[in-house]
């Protein structure tokens, strides 16, 4: 095995297998070096099980709906293990491909666990062996994150887990209060619910999806909470732990909650530890490593991409932006900063949430003066057709030049209809040129054209 | 009823026409096949006819307006008194919007008058074609271009534009540049409404597009010490942009290299007095002479009056000069054919009859194409000597300068005034060698040094 390299990837989630492949296409002799599985957490344990688990979930519902749409289906009951077998499957095609591209494309691919051992040398701890040295031009590290703790909560991974135990855990539990309603807090009570666990949902914000326009969050909460959902907002647990057969949380507005599952989804932490930074010099700030729009990190030679930088929101899609433009530039090509003011964000829960650009929140807090345009699923035809009349679009469009200031989806479809607005914002396309672009019809996508001719006076259908 | 008039497709290529001269006044009734409006494309200036009888309405650009074929430039009908509002409002709506007719004329532009008076049809004299005639009081001057146009004629270029006119789409943004500018709709509208021209703009995005935020972050004009008027925005013409792409293929694709020399003028001059007095209608000039020495010469060196191609080089068969003729708004190179078999005074008269249509715009297509030499002469300025840029077929041209009365060296070693003139031949060096054109100049130099030899 060689153990020189132009580039060297530490981590070989949605940030290093992405640079993994780009340098080996750009012509750089390249190695990436994963402790786990291939894929990261994204592939293994994040968005695409998830995905799979939140489709059996929407499926379940559907069914109990069956009669809605004329059909007889039954009692709907839930095999429980199956389920999150199925999204072990998933995950390990993905996990495979993954592999089979590095093979492609020349990566080694070695297993281990990574430390910096000075400049331009990388330590290789094998599972199994001794340790090996490595060299190499360029390292980038991309270790990722994990779930966040505070002190209090007692994480056992039992009683009391994150995603990662969640995800795969073939134990339906009865009862669980999830701590956080970010896009995971959201995704698991709806998929719990689903399955018939009942779901209680605690957030230290006034409102769900806190990063999300308030008027979403409004929402999706409204429809969770038909659902069974119940919400505890504006209040923050002050413990979490196992407490014999069950999970005990108090919470700071005086309250116990029992149950028999504990999910803890209330932010990242990077992966920081271990790698040798300090001893290397490289700078941290609360643990992420804080670099430049190249990514380089304050120690020429090494970068940090994804969830374990300092920029950006903690997404798969940003790391692997940040990935495509970090090796172009080690390579010598030129391309354009990742836009972090133009970056999706998506929640798979039913209904989806999916948005782009500014709030109207943090429009107002700009100062900039906007017009608003909102059209509901319920005046669309596929949405009716489909039985998803709900939710909304709502835009934010510059009243002087139309610029789309910021686009929020809730509702069926939400997650893909947002490349739409994505692609406009990134093409720089007004408002104007967006309602005269032709959407076929009956597509849910009538619904962005709608809310954006509604900011300009213009819709027809409402 | 009432209806729009659209810009003609005078010629098949024609994309865009400036509408050079309004030729029915509003309120003025026609007849079937009437010429309501001179129209100029790239190449030349050419009648716009209306079909059928009826009034015009309403003019709806201005003169000196340059818009795409198809757009709307006038409202006709068959009454003057016609009820025009709803297609003055479609028209309106689409200005308001940054269409091709233009915003608020009134602000920084006389409000132009309906052009009632017949143009001067009298044919200007060549030698004087920038001065304004005295008597010539009635002709309009040109009206004054304003920059924003630009931008929005070009936002029009390649749309279905009178089927758009009619339904407007708005200023959707979508732009398609003639000189295709990448730039985001977004850029493209603050820029419009900022008056930032996006070509002196450096794109930052994806493939050096143009995006908002350059457009926001282009520079502010300095400010400059003491009162300085705003720049002035002139509106390329169709035939100022042929020029350029013209004249910047031949700079750029032929490699060229450059012969000077001193003629002794001598003799040409004694010619010219004893031509002056002997036959005093036949108006020759040196210019003139000097056109058919070179044919003569040109006659003689085949290798010079040849053309590049890729496969062969072409000799011609016929010696064709063409002269350049300054224009007010750019130069024209009419084309003498057959130059070696003409005379001194058929040169004269076909220089003169040529350059008088160039200046009015009237070349058609066989008059200013396809020429094997060209003449540039700015020696009436006072120019010594100077350099030109080759004008495609042909493979050389002569940059004459003045006619200068200097001091020479005889050959007795005495100082004596003589006449001199320099001229500077450029060559296309993939047709023409030094030695090759240092050899035409020698026989060149024989014709005008010894005049006597043009007339045989």
Request: glycine share 10%; net charge negative.
């Amino acid at each position: 095995m060689s153990t020189s390299y132009d580039l060297i990837v530490i981590g070989a989630g949605p940030a290093g297998y992405p640079a993994a492949i780009r340098g080996a296409q750009l012509g750089l002799k390249t190695a990436c070096i994963e402790r786990e599985l291939l894929g990261g957490v994204c592939l293994n344990w994040g968005c695409i099980p998830s995905k799979a688990l939140l489709k059996t979930a929407e499926l379940a519902n559907k069914m109990r709906h069956a009669s809605d749409f004329g059909l007889r289906a039954g009692d709907v009951s839930v095999d429980f293990g199956r389920v999150v077998d199925r999204s072990r499957t998933v995950s390990g095609r993905f996990n495979k491909g993954v592999a089979s591209l590095f093979k492609k494309y020349g990566v080694d691919h070695l297993e281990g666990t990574a430390r910096l051992a000075g400049k331009g040398h990388v330590t290789l701890q094998p599972r199994d062996g001794d340790a090996q040295e490595l060299t190499a031009k360029h390292i980038v590290l991309a270790t990722g994150a994990r779930a966040r703790t505070f002190p209090g909560i007692e994480v056992d991974g039992e009683k009391v887990m994150t995603y990662r135990e969640a995800i795969v855990s073939k134990e339906q539990p009865e009862r669980i209060v999830i701590l956080g309603a970010g896009a995971i807090g959201l995704e698991f009570a709806y998929f719990m619910n689903a399955m018939g666990t009942e779901v209680i949902v605690v957030e230290g914000q006034a409102e769900v999806l806190p990063l999300e326009d308030r008027e979403i969050g409004k929402e999706v909460r409204r429809h969770l909470s038909r659902a069974g959902i119940r919400f505890e907002l504006g209040t923050l647990a002050r413990s979490a732990q196992a407490d014999g057969d069950e999970a005990v949380v108090e919470l700071d507005n005086g309250e116990t909650l029992r149950a028999d599952r504990v999910l803890v989804a209330l932010g990242i932490s990077p992966n920081s530890e271990d790698l040798g930074l300090e001893e290397l010099g490289v700078k941290t700030e609360r643990g992420f490593v804080v670099v430049d729009a190249s990514y380089r990190t304050s120690v020429p030679g090494v970068y940090a991409l994804g969830d374990l930088n300092d920029r950006g929101p903690a997404l798969a899609h940003t790391a692997t932006a940040q990935a495509h433009v970090c090796v172009d530039r080690i390579a010598g090509h030129r391309i354009a900063d990742v836009d972090y003011d133009n970056m999706p964000s998506c929640t798979y829960c039913i209904p989806q949430v999916a948005s782009v650009g500014l709030t109207e929140e943090a429009a107002k807090k700009k100062g900039l003066s906007y017009k608003v345009g909102k059209f509901p699923f319920a005046a669309n035809g596929k949405a009716q057709g489909a039985g998803a009349p709900e939710g909304f679009v709502k835009v934010l469009i510059d009243p002087e030049y139309g610029e789309i200031l910021g686009a929020h989806i809730v509702g069926s479809e939400a997650t893909e209809l947002i490349a739409n607005f994505v692609m406009a914002r990134s093409a720089e396309a007004t408002a104007e040129l967006f309602v005269h672009t032709v959407h076929a019809h009956p597509t849910h996508g009538e619904a962005m054209m709608e809310a954006v001719a509604q900011a300009l006076g213009q819709s027809v259908h409402l | 009823m009432a209806q729009f008039y659209e810009m003609p497709a005078v010629s098949p290529t024609m994309e865009l026409g400036t509408l050079v001269e309004w030729r029915v006044a509003e309120g003025e009734s026609f007849e079937p096949q009437t010429v309501i409006a001179e129209v100029g494309t790239d190449k030349a200036n050419m009648d716009a006819e209306i079909f059928d009888a009826g009034v015009m309405i309403k003019h709806l650009i201005e003169e000196g307006d340059e818009v795409p074929a198809g757009y709307p430039i006038a409202i006709v009908g068959e009454s003057a008194d016609e009820d025009i509002s709803e297609l003055v409002k479609a028209f309106e709506a689409q200005k308001d919007r940054g269409s091709p007719s233009g915003g608020d004329a009134s602000d920084d532009e006389e409000p132009s008058s309906p052009s009632q008076e017949a143009r001067d049809e009298e044919t200007e004299e060549a030698e004087e074609p920038r001065e304004p005639k005295a008597g010539d009081e009635g002709k309009k001057a040109p009206p004054p271009r304003r920059a924003e146009k630009v931008s929005i004629t070009r936002q029009w270029q390649g749309r279905a534009l009178s089927a758009a006119f009619m339904d407007p789409p708005g200023d959707i943004g979508a732009a398609t540049t003639a000189e295709r500018v990448a730039a985001s709709p977004l850029a493209r509208k603050i820029a419009a409404d900022k008056g930032i021209d996006l070509n002196k703009l450096q794109g930052t995005g994806p493939g050096g597009r143009i995006v908002k935020a350059d457009v926001l972050e282009a520079p502010a004009r300095p400010a400059a010490p003491g009162t300085s008027r705003a720049d002035e925005q002139v509106r390329n013409s169709p035939m100022r942009k042929t020029i350029a792409k013209r004249l910047l293929e031949s700079h750029r694709d032929i490699p060229t290299f450059f012969l000077t020399v001193s003629f002794d003028m001598g003799g040409m001059v004694a010619l010219r007095a004893s031509l002056k007095t002997q036959a005093p209608d036949a108006k020759v000039s040196y210019n003139d002479m000097l056109i058919k020495a070179v044919a003569r010469a040109l006659a003689e060196s085949p290798q010079v009056n040849a053309s590049w191609g890729d496969k062969a080089i072409t000799r011609h068969g016929s010696v064709d000069i063409g002269v350049a003729v300054a224009l007010p708004d750019g130069l024209i190179t009419p084309v003498l054919r057959n130059v070696d078999q003409l005379g001194l005074a058929q040169i004269g008269d076909q220089v003169r009859e040529l350059a008088g249509l160039a200046r009015e715009g009237k070349l058609k297509p066989e008059q200013y194409q396809g020429n094997t030499f060209t003449i540039s002469n700015l020696g009436m300025y006072g120019i010594e000597e100077f350099t030109a840029i080759i004008n495609p077929p042909a493979s050389a041209i002569l940059a004459v300068g003045a006619l200068e009365r200097v001091p020479v060296v005889n050959d007795q070693g005495e100082l004596e005034p003589a006449w001199r003139m320099k001229v500077t031949m450029t060559c296309d060096h993939r047709v023409i060698d030094g030695a090759t054109g240092a050899e035409f100049l020698q026989v060149l130099r024989r014709y005008v040094e010894s005049p006597a030899l043009l007339l045989l």
